[in-house]
């Protein structure tokens, strides 16, 4: 039976920049929601807002039906899920786990084995469009799983998202997440040598990134990206450390396919050179400013 707000209880794990927006739009769509965040002071507005606070992922699982994961790294996905206090704790037999977090697809896959021992299943989600998107319930979401699964749960991502593709099994929405993530890298070193290029040649970045938005080269990042390192508006946004882990997963599975990635390569050098820089913290298009300092403009 498909999900509703009458029949389904919801769950949400990491109340940060994506998850805290995506929590509220599901509790705007009707849904019962039980939260939890490593830091519970984050969940005082959705509190207020009608959500229930649980102390534990055990305890959201134990009050859910779907439970989504919104935490940044592999790790972090494997401790709210089998960690003490962990999902696996709480679950009954027929839950579903949507983990929106961007990480390792073979680690997916291997949870995915491990919580069907539990007769949980995972639905790999993970979403692009940032905290606009998330705020907006726009997101794009990569889907990975068994189709009966997905379907069921269809309802309860219609309140986070826009568009949704059901790429293939578990693993695979990762998979497309590691594409998309290549590919704003890859426009995102071009952006950086075009605003560099612009500087040094003492024409105003902004006339040239309002010329290129409306021809040929407009792109997200060109809108917004571009918009911030011009403006040097570097508040995240989507934090180079979360943009660096994404480059290394999708080397990983290049490495892995056999395929050769020059793009990604040189993206997680110079995301590499910010971090190592104490700029991990920045916005992801705090890049462009390393080929700023490598060109001797800064
Ligand atoms: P974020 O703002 O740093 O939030 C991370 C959340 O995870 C926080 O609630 C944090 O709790 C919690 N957390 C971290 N480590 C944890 C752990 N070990 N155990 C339990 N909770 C933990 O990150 P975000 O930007 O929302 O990103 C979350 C995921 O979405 C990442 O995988 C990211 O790649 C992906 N994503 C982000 C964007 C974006 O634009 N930001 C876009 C698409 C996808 P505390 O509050 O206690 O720190």
Do not use: W, Y
């Amino acid at each position: 039976m498909a999900a509703s707000s009458q029949n389904t209880s919801v769950g949400f794990i990491g109340l940060g920049i994506m998850g805290k927006a995506m929590a509220r739009n599901i509790l705007k769509a009707g849904f019962k929601l039980t939260v939890f965040n490593r830091t519970p002071e984050k969940a005082a507005e959705l509190v207020q807002e009608g959500a229930l606070l649980a102390e534990s992922p055990a305890a959201v699982a134990a009050a859910s039906d779907i439970v989504f994961t919104c935490v940044p790294d592999t790790p972090d996905v494997e401790k709210v899920l089998f960690g003490p206090g962990g999902v696996v704790e709480g679950a009954e037999a027929g839950m579903v786990v949507i983990d929106c977090s961007t990480i390792s697809a073979t680690a997916t896959m291997e949870f995915a084995a491990r919580l069907k021992e539990h007769e949980i299943d995972l639905v790999d989600s993970p979403v692009s469009g940032g905290p606009q998107g998330a705020v907006n319930g726009t997101l794009s979401c990569m889907i990975g799983g068994d189709d009966a699964v997905v379907t069921r749960c269809m309802p309860v991502f219609e309140a986070i998202g826009k568009t949704f593709v059901h790429i293939g099994p578990t693993g695979a929405g990762q998979i497309t997440k590691s594409c998309n993530q290549l590919v704003i890298c890859a426009t995102m070193m071009g952006m950086s040598e075009a605003v560099a290029l612009c500087k040094k040649q003492g024409i105003d970045p902004e006339k040239m990134r309002q010329a290129l938005v409306g021809g040929a080269a407009r792109s997200f990042v060109m809108e917004n990206h571009c918009k911030r390192l011009i403006d040097e508006t570097l508040d995240p946004g989507f934090r180079a450390a979360l943009m660096l882990k994404d480059m290394k997963l999708a080397m990983t599975v290049g490495r892995d396919a056999g395929v050769f990635m020059p793009s990604t390569t040189l993206a997680t050098q110079m995301l590499t050179a910010l971090s190592e820089t104490e700029r991990a913290g920045l916005d992801s298009a705090a890049v462009g400013l390393v080929f700023q300092e490598l060109s001797g403009i800064r």
